[in-house]
């Protein structure tokens, strides 16, 4: 398993990113627990996926800003891709063995291979399953890691992408919030 900086330098350096703002802070509010971080970006090259339903989708790009939610108690990392006039491009949930910190602080998550992606237009993709797999078969994960990854997945088709109005308001209110955070 990979353990994956949640400032995302990787993507920023990647698309030539400059001057990005990450913020990352607890939070404990009537609508969420659990650690937020919030990536501003600016001046880099732009990148798309092209989905199903949405079609050519921006997954980062200047101006974009993304919001990510660690809940508590969950196994999983949501990402969710704002465009510049703070509406959901799409949401990337990774799930995850757990979270640690990097000697500067910076949260890291442990990837556990599955990721599930979706849009406000109604996609919803399991992606990497292949990849989940291939770590159980070659023992880099145990059975009990394997099960505990599709269980978590399962949780995350079943509250957030059942009803994804109501996920997209629930980020933005989360979103308000830490915004009003990071401008203190």
């Not at 990005?20 to 609508?31: G, L």
């Not at 001046?43 to 790009?61: C, K, M």
């Amino acid at each position: 398993m990979n353990r994956k900086r949640l400032s995302r330098e990787d993507w920023w350096a990647t698309n030539k990113y400059e001057n990005t703002e990450y913020f990352q802070f607890r939070v404990d509010t009537n609508i969420f627990h659990g650690l937020v971080c919030y990536i501003k970006l600016n001046n880099g090259l732009p990148f798309t996926w092209n989905l199903e339903i949405a079609g050519r989708t921006a997954v980062i790009g200047d101006g974009m800003f993304w919001l990510q939610l660690v809940p508590d108690g969950k196994n999983h990392v949501i990402t969710a891709k704002y465009l510049p006039n703070e509406k959901v491009s799409l949401w990337y949930v990774d799930i995850i063995e757990g979270i640690d910190y990097d000697e500067d602080g910076t949260a890291v998550f442990i990837d556990k291979y599955l990721d599930v992606i979706f849009t406000p237009q109604g996609d919803v993709v399991v992606a990497d399953r292949d990849e989940l797999d291939e770590a159980f078969e070659m023992g880099a994960i145990s059975k009990e890691q394997y099960d505990s990854a599709l269980v978590e997945c399962d949780l995350v088709l079943r509250e957030l992408c059942s009803d994804i109005d109501k996920t997209e308001r629930w980020c933005d209110e989360i979103l308000a919030y830490v915004k009003c955070r990071a401008e203190e």
